[in-house]
């Protein structure tokens, strides 16, 4: 991928900018190491993977740890007599992230669920600061990198250089925030190609299961403004390191529904 014009006049990041930029990179292409000592369960072995399907296969769940990071501890449990994983976040992140390729034609809807006791008091999405969350359910999807600003051409590099992928062409988050109104988009803090679509805010709803069923191609559209994309990647995150607090979360099973065809 020839992007060296694109991002010949772009300043690289720097400090503490450039930590956060390694993180985000390492979340958004899964590719980081496993720090000694750091317990990784697998739950692919678990009933709550066993019923996660797309495209009629159940790929592998890996729980991506970053250098320098504390990583929140996922395990299968039973909640409220489902199967479900639970996370603890202790000024912590990490990612629990599966590998998979859907085409556009084939994205139909997203059915997922999750529990949440407490918010992030100090946290905001709208602030790369504090921008941490006690509940994501992250996308990633291909698109045409020549349309990157020199900006995130620059990121794809540096993302490559890092950890052997590129920068997604597009990253959908759905998110639960402290008071930003639901059906709102969010632009990252770090890079345009991250958008976050609000789903819950405020306390209102927590301590219960609840239940969503979105159109995959309906909401990227709404967070990007044009067409999607093979789905390449579906990840659940709950991470407090930027406001070094703690959070627990439950998600439910993550079933990809195809697009129902007429027979």
Known sequence: MALKAS??????????FLLGMLIMLSVLTG??????????????ATPWANTVTAGG???QWTHQQFPGKRASQYRYARVDGRDAVRVQSSSSISLLRQLLRVEP??????????KVPALIASADMKD?????????????FEGDRSK?????????????????????????MYVWCNDTEPGTVLNGNRTSRIRKLVLESGGARLNQWLEYERDIRADFEKA?????????????????DNTRSLATAWYGPIRHMGLK???
């Open 224 to 240: 990007f403004g044009e067409p999607p994309g093979a789905l390449v990647s579906i990840g659940i995150m709950t991470d407090t």
């Open 105 to 114: 034609g084939d994205l139909g809807s997203l059915r997922f669920s999750w």
């Open 7 to 16: 991002t010949a006049n772009a300043k690289p990041p720097r400090g503490g």
């Open 148 to 172: 990157f600003s020199a900006r995130d051409a620059m990121l794809s590099d540096l993302a490559h250089a890092l950890t052997g992928e590129p920068l997604p062409y597009a990253t959908l």
């Open 128 to 140: 790369r600061d504090v921008e941490d969350s006690p509940v994501r359910v992250v996308l990633a």
């Open 261 to 263: 065809r007429a027979p």
């Open 31 to 44: 590719c980081a190491s496993r720090p000694a000592g750091v317990d990784a369960p697998d739950v692919s």
């Open 57 to 59: 296969q159940a790929p």
